[in-house]
């Protein structure tokens, strides 16, 4: 085992769950006699780039737990995606504060940044082991079965959906909801579960792994609305044509991009916007509604899925163990065994770094606009327990008298 000083952070968006798996690093390595402190950076590899750091020893295990189950990151986050030059700057501050164990907790960025501080470390000979933690809404680092963060996203996607069928259902009309997911749908497909009834929405669910096309969205909105008086639509905010063009510049005359020169496609509201005015200006039904969910889906309280909760600490710990009595860095990855357990395993960061796992192909429907039983079997059991319901009443008509 090495000896030093133990630093956690946080990276990218946060999570319902993010917390417990700084909390279990924490508590796990304070278990170890090898673990002289553990810090936390505060707001991620901007914090460690400035020194600016968190005792975590003295924190007390009982507001661990409290902020364990608080959810977005205690520790704060930051968009930073480090170069060679900047992953130099995290090792000089890593090697002055004598850190032996450096355990990031993020998505596909953060990978790869260990992945470059773990390279560092061993060209200058320092003794450093650096274990990323999986963490993403979105779902898509290589490698996992699933991400903690995204069971309790897809719980808060599946129950919005099912209130908005039915507020769709009493005031009949086209709704649709823009969900996060730049490149995999898995966020989107979830609200699927929200489904009970064969004529439940959502009616439609369109995703980033399949090409976008404007006229036969329309197409399957007005086959819908004709068969039931209404329509019920989730689209990924990362919909695009075939050439890769995300749908909201081919509609929009004007397009904001953000820090890394990316097309900001939910966050406005626009594409929302954009498409609603396509239904009611080529479809001429006059009750459309658009929503964006956007930062809601991350950190809702009070929409948390047990399972995620419980897998969120575990990595966390299983990452310390990792650390301590492995001798590779890598990445915890969590894969899934029989009906429903988990197992996890540390793959190596190169397996994982930079790269996008997207939706299967056994998870989408054949028309492309919409998800197929495989993948309600595949997320049922992430959502966990005490998932709510919704009844009908019984349509036992009264005969009319004057026949009208």
Not at 151 to 180: C, E, H, I, K
Not at 222 to 251: F, W
Not at 363 to 386: C, H, K, Q, W
Request: charged letters at 25%; proline letters at 4%; a negative charge.
């Amino acid at each position: 085992m090495l000896h030093g000083k133990v630093l956690v952070a946080q990276g990218g968006g946060p999570t319902a769950v993010i917390n417990q798996s700084m909390a279990g690093v924490v508590l796990e390595a304070r278990k170890f006699r090898n673990v002289d402190l553990v810090y936390g950076a505060y707001h991620g590899v901007r914090g460690i780039i400035n020194e600016d750091f968190l005792d975590l020893t003295q924190e007390t295990s009982h507001n661990l737990e409290m902020v364990a189950n608080t959810p977005s990151s205690a520790l704060g986050s930051t968009r930073d995606k480090p170069d060679l030059k900047y992953c130099q700057e995290i090792f000089k501050v890593l090697q002055a504060h004598g850190i032996a164990y450096f355990f990031y907790i993020g998505g596909n960025d953060s990978s790869d940044t260990v992945r470059i501080v773990s390279e560092e470390a061993r060209r200058a000979g320092y003794p450093l082991r650096c274990i990323h933690i999986p963490k993403t809404i979105d779902n898509d680092l290589v490698g996992n079965d699933h991400t903690p963060g995204f069971p309790s996203a897809a719980r808060f996607v599946a129950q919005a959906f099912m209130g908005a069928n039915l507020d769709n259902a009493a005031l009949t009309g086209v709704y649709l909801a823009v969900v996060m997911g730049r490149h995999a749908g898995f966020l989107t497909a979830a609200s699927a579960l929200g489904k009970k009834f064969p004529d439940d929405g959502p009616h439609l669910i369109y995703l980033p792994e399949r090409t976008f096309v404007v006229d036969k969205f329309l197409a399957d909105v007005k086959g819908i609305y004709d068969k039931y008086g209404r329509c019920v639509v989730a689209v990924s905010e990362g919909i695009h044509d075939d050439k890769g063009t995300p749908i909201i510049s081919q509609l929009a005359k004007e397009v904001e991009t953000d820090a890394h020169g990316n097309v900001q496609l939910s966050g406005t509201g626009a594409l929302a916007d954009l498409l609603c005015e396509e239904i009611k200006g080529r479809l001429g039904i006059k009750r459309v509604r658009g929503d964006t969910f956007g930062y809601l889906q991350r950190s809702f309280v009070g929409c948390v899925s047990d399972v995620d909760q419980r897998e969120a600490r575990e990595v966390g710990e299983k990452a310390v163990q990792y650390a301590m009595w492995g001798h590779q860095d890598g990445s915890v990855a969590i894969e899934r065994t029989g009906f429903y357990s988990v197992e996890y395993r540390l793959q190596p960061l190169e397996d994982v770094a930079g790269k996008t796992r997207v939706m299967e192909d056994e998870f989408i429907n054949a028309e492309g606009n919409g998800v197929t039983d495989a993948f309600r079997m595949y997320l049922r059991p992430l959502l966990g327990s005490g998932m709510p319901d919704a009844f009908r009443l019984r349509l036992n008509r009264v005969p009319k008298v004057l026949g009208k």
